[in-house]
Antibody, heavy 119, light 107 residues
Framework: QVQLQESGPGLVKPSETLSLICTVSGYSITSGFYWGWIRQPPGKGLEWIGSIFHDGTTNYNPSLKSRVTISVDTSNNHFSLRLTSVTAADTALYHC????????????WGQGTLVTVSS | DIQMTQSPSSVSASVGDRVTITCRASQGIYSWLAWYQQKPGKAPDLLIYGASNLQSGVPSRFSGSGSGTDFTLTISSLQPEDSATYYCQKANAFPLTFGQGTRLEIK
């Protein structure tokens, strides 16, 4: 059974870089799916951040593209998110999820990790 | 970019009611649409993909329909555990976009 777990600092200072890891268990990250990051500000809706294939091919939300880097580590079966120059608007619950290549739907999702941007 | 608009933003219904949530795309997306259910404090769960395909394990009272720009999620007989927020997501191409969500409350 595939499971995803986000990890990383829960507090980041303004202008600094947010870094998160999504560890995948029960499934090989090289087995033909995209792997995505989605965030949800407190009390608000879902925003797709970006997705990566195991060969390193990435796609990003145009509104975040200049600040986002998603990378994959196949040897450790995890993928990562870096978001630079964060502001309070980046405070959110950050989810990782497996994305079907054939349907572009996300399943399953990690439980999410709350990142607060504050000094 | 294609925008996704859901209506209503919130709905209240009774157990046993038939409930319909609508999602409209600003441009045609064929049948490239997914629906998710999110309960408070939980991650979203995939309900429907390809506009009308029920994800494995999802109760059959959930169904999806539509193509092009107009889509619906229907719950045929509302159950107490269906209280949640529902999101649609365009899936035809990057960038992927979600609707703003519909909050479903049980009366």
């Amino acid at each position: 059974q595939v499971q995803l777990q986000e990890s990383g600092p829960g507090l980041v200072k303004p202008s600094e870089t947010l870094s998160l890891i999504c560890t995948v268990s029960g499934y090989s990250i090289t087995s033909g799916f995209y792997w995505g990051w989605i965030r949800q500000p407190p009390g608000k809706g879902l925003e797709w951040i970006g997705s990566i294939f195991h060969d390193g091919t990435t796609n990003y939300n145009p509104s975040l593209k200049s600040r986002v880097t998603i990378s994959v580590d196949t040897s450790n079966n995890h993928f990562s998110l870096r978001l630079t120059s964060v502001t309070a608007a980046d405070t959110a619950l950050y989810h990782c999820a497996r994305q079907s290549v054939s349907t572009n739907s996300f399943d399953p999702w990690g439980q999410g990790t709350l990142v607060t941007v504050s000094s | 970019d294609i925008q996704m608009t859901q209506s209503p933003s919130s709905v209240s219904a009774s157990v046993g009611d038939r409930v319909t949530i609508t999602c409209r795309a600003s441009q045609g997306i064929y049948s490239w649409l997914a629906w998710y259910q999110q309960k408070p404090g939980k991650a979203p769960d995939l309900l429907i993909y390809g506009a009308s395909n029920l994800q494995s394990g999802v109760p059959s009272r959930f169904s999806g329909s539509g193509s092009g720009t107009d889509f619906t999620l229907t719950i045929s007989s509302l159950q107490p555990e269906d209280s949640a927020t529902y999101y649609c997501q365009k899936a035809n191409a990057f960038p992927l976009t979600f609707g703003q969500g519909t909050r479903l409350e049980i009366k």
